[in-house]
């Protein structure tokens, strides 16, 4: 049992690390019909929704992007956004979001961004110049408290795409099942403080890159 258990988690390790070196990192000068919008974000911060008198309150997440399309064409907007932390939870946007949490930040920066929205109602189009620039709320419901950092991945600021082998999936001929992976931005930081104390984890930014995920 013990050696499955070991067997499986190396398995596991190696897929990520093939993965990991073969997917291929964005291009640096894009291909003609590619774009990418342009993006600027505050940092996560938390929010808290309280469940009444004996209810427990809930912690959440959530970051505010801005969101500028200077390619000189509306560009459609279907987003995928997920938080990991590195015990390797995966958490989307959006999930067991109670519609009240979105309410509260948009009261929190109603002075700063007066049009925010909410990732689900966001729409799926951005139309061209600062005009129309959006401002959105994404938000996770709080993660694992083991975690230590986080990386937050935004899909869906670009068109660009390419295709890679899966490293162990083959198709009924035998084939390497064909993988797409779309740019995306990703987000690094470390939680400071005992993650068990929520109210006081600080964060410190390790930074941003673009990557094919």
């Not at 190396?10 to 342009?38: K, R």
């Amino acid at each position: 049992m013990m050696k499955s258990l070991i067997f499986g988690a190396l398995t596991i390790c190696a897929i990520a690390t093939y993965v990991s070196f073969s997917a291929p990192a964005p291009a640096v000068v894009q291909n003609p019909g590619d774009w990418t919008v342009n993006v600027t974000f505050e940092h996560p911060q938390q929010i808290v929704l309280k469940s009444g008198i004996f209810g427990t309150p809930k912690r959440f997440w959530y970051v505010i992007v801005t969101l500028i399309n200077n390619t000189n064409q509306d560009v459609d907007f279907f987003p995928k956004c997920d938080l990991m932390t590195d015990t390797f939870q995966i958490t989307p946007a959006g999930g067991n979001v109670p519609p009240a949490v979105f309410e509260m930040i948009k009261k929190r920066h109603q002075s700063r961004y007066p049009f925010l929205e909410s990732l689900q109602t966001a729409g799926n189009r951005i139309l061209q110049g600062e005009d129309n620039a959006k401002d959105i709320a994404i938000i996770w419901p709080y993660f694992d408290v083991r975690a230590t950092g986080f990386q937050i991945f935004i899909t869906g600021l670009s068109n660009e795409t390419v295709a890679v082998e899966h490293p162990v999936q083959t198709d009924e001929n035998s084939m390497p099942v064909q993988v797409y992976l779309r740019k995306t931005l990703a987000l690094s930081y470390n939680l400071k403080g005992d993650t068990r104390l929520r109210s006081d984890v600080g964060l410190e930014y390790k930074g941003k890159r673009w990557v094919m995920r």
